[in-house]
């Protein structure tokens, strides 16, 4: 089986456990842990804990957008260093583990390639030279070589399965030699980054209490398949019924704010354009777009664990008019809601059927593979 190996590892570990309380800190490692734990989903799956790391493996859809696959694996170290924030803000404790906290980093590594699950001694184990070599990537000279020291790892194998080629162009390029393997080419980024950007979005979306309309729905599907839809542009134009679906002004590659979804639609190939305003990975992302002479229209899909499947909300604000921010006249509301409205119910109803019919699709192949 062909697939994603990833290993996010906790750095540091050794000394601080030789320098601090045993009982806070191995309590401090387990909340971190934990913190990642609880970012993973399908098509990542845990194969183990080792330690001060996690081992994953992902079996990935053939036709999913390779940048939600990186950015799932992103969001590890996100959560992880949100864990770490709260920790030292909260923490009141002047013991040597409470103290030393901030001293713990994560790396993780990811490689691309064969691997079968067997089982030694009643425990599910993966197997192969792809998982011999994704551990051999954490002893590597990434820190030395390019003085970042918490990264994100990846193999050219990765990049090419993924298709991701445009947003590791602006990365660091790193090579390892290994014994019996030889060189092993990827690219090196710096997670801190990923962090700071993430603490310096600005929060744009509609909520509830400020709903002109709201369509929602459920799907058996988890929430990455979902976001993997919302966000794909060819998926996008099936489940909105559009001629064609194109991307305009995404950055090196990534779907991020001021990227446009240009959408033709209807025999008359009428083009819609959908500018991103906010998005926050695997949970929410905001639109604007025309809808009249000088009115746009704003709102928010969002995708929210829900027992075993996900709920798709849509929260719309009322239309208003682009160069007051004042709402649109009744009239324009009237007509907005009788053109638009059924169409995104509709729309939702079609995204969470595109999503379950993934989703089976995935369970198929790993049930095949079992």
């Not at 950007?197 to 459920?218: G, I, M």
């Not at 990227?259 to 083009?271: A, F, I, S």
């Amino acid at each position: 089986m062909q697939g994603h190996l990833i290993i996010a590892d906790i750095s540091g570990y050794t000394r601080y456990l030789t320098e601090s309380e045993l009982d806070h800190a191995h309590g401090i490692i387990g909340e971190l842990l934990s913190a990642i734990l609880g970012k993973i989903q399908a098509p990542l799956a845990v194969s183990r804990i080792e330690g001060d790391a996690v081992f994953l493996y992902g079996v990935v859809p053939a036709d999913m957008n390779g940048q939600v696959v990186l950015e799932s694996v992103e969001q590890l170290y996100v959560a992880f260093s949100q864990a770490m924030e709260t920790m030292v803000i909260n923490t009141t404790c002047r013991c040597n583990a409470c103290a030393n906290v901030s001293s713990l980093g994560l790396k993780i590594v990811m490689h691309c390639g064969q691997f079968e699950k067997t089982n030694v001694g009643g425990i599910e184990t993966l197997t192969g030279t792809d998982v011999i070599l994704a551990h051999r990537l954490l002893k590597n000279h990434v820190r030395e070589t390019t003085g970042i020291a918490d990264y994100l790892y990846l193999t050219q194998a990765c990049v090419d399965d993924l298709g991701i080629h445009r947003i590791v162009a602006g990365w660091t390029e790193h090579s390892e030699e290994y014994e019996h393997i030889g060189e092993v080419k990827g690219y090196v980024a710096s997670l801190p980054d990923v962090w700071e950007f993430a603490r310096q979005q600005n929060e744009d979306r509609v909520v509830q209490r400020d709903a002109w309309h709201t369509s929602d729905t459920f799907t058996q599907a988890p929430p990455a398949i979902v976001w993997d839809h919302m966000t794909d542009p060819l998926k996008r134009n099936q489940w909105m019924n559009g001629n064609t679906h194109t991307l305009q002004h995404d950055r090196g590659g990534r779907i991020g704010p001021g990227t446009e979804y240009h959408c033709v639609h209807g025999v008359d190939n009428d083009l819609l354009v959908f500018t991103i305003l906010d998005r926050r990975v695997g949970e929410y992302i905001t639109f604007t777009m025309p809808v009249g002479d000088g009115v746009a229209l704003r709102y928010t899909e969002y995708v929210v664990p829900s027992g075993q499947g996900s709920r798709i909300v849509v929260h719309l604000a009322a239309p208003h008019v682009v160069a007051t921010g004042d709402t649109a006249p009744p009239v324009v509301l009237d007509g907005v809601s009788q053109a638009l409205l059924p169409a995104f119910d509709i729309a939702l109803e079609e995204l969470a059927r595109m999503c379950e019919a993934a989703q089976e699709a995935l369970l198929a192949t790993s049930r095949a593979w079992s």
